[in-house]
């Protein structure tokens, strides 16, 4: 088993930065890959970035290249890093970890198990 406690979210003016975490207890992170998912009210779950354990190649929306970066530090926690904060990024974000391959990290069905999210608002 594997609980994720996302952190590091709050209001930010546009224009901000905010860093998110993700930290894992039972099992470590370093199965298959770690993602960040975004949902906004009356949306659905979208994928935002993800890092794979083995190479440490990451992924990302295009909503987010150039201003987002996934990190990870040891076999326990994941950051993201968010810049250039828009109005349009408020959603809660969650953190995914997946333990095997399931044929991508773009999608939440290749994910086994997922935090609580934690929210981000972004004002105008």
């Known amino acids: 088993q594997v609980q994720l406690v996302e952190s590091g979210g709050g209001l930010v003016q546009a224009g901000g930065s905010l860093r998110l975490s993700c930290a894992a207890s039972?099992?470590?992170?370093?199965?298959?890959?770690t993602g960040w998912f975004r949902q906004a009210p009356g949306k659905e779950r979208e994928f935002v970035a993800a890092?794979?354990?083995?190479?440490?190649?990451t992924t990302y929306a295009d909503s987010v290249k150039g201003r987002f970066t996934i990190s990870r530090d040891n076999a326990k926690k994941v950051y993201l890093q968010m810049n250039s904060l828009r109005p349009e990024d408020t959603a809660v974000y969650y953190c995914?970890?997946?333990?095997?391959?399931?044929?991508?990290?773009?999608?939440?069905?290749?994910?086994?198990?997922w935090g609580q999210g934690t929210q981000v608002t972004v004002s105008s």
């Open positions: 995914a970890a997946a333990t095997t391959y399931y044929g991508g990290t773009d999608y939440a069905r290749y994910y086994d198990y």
């Open positions: 039972g099992r470590t992170l370093s199965s298959y890959a």
């Open positions: 890092i794979r354990w083995s190479n440490g190649r």
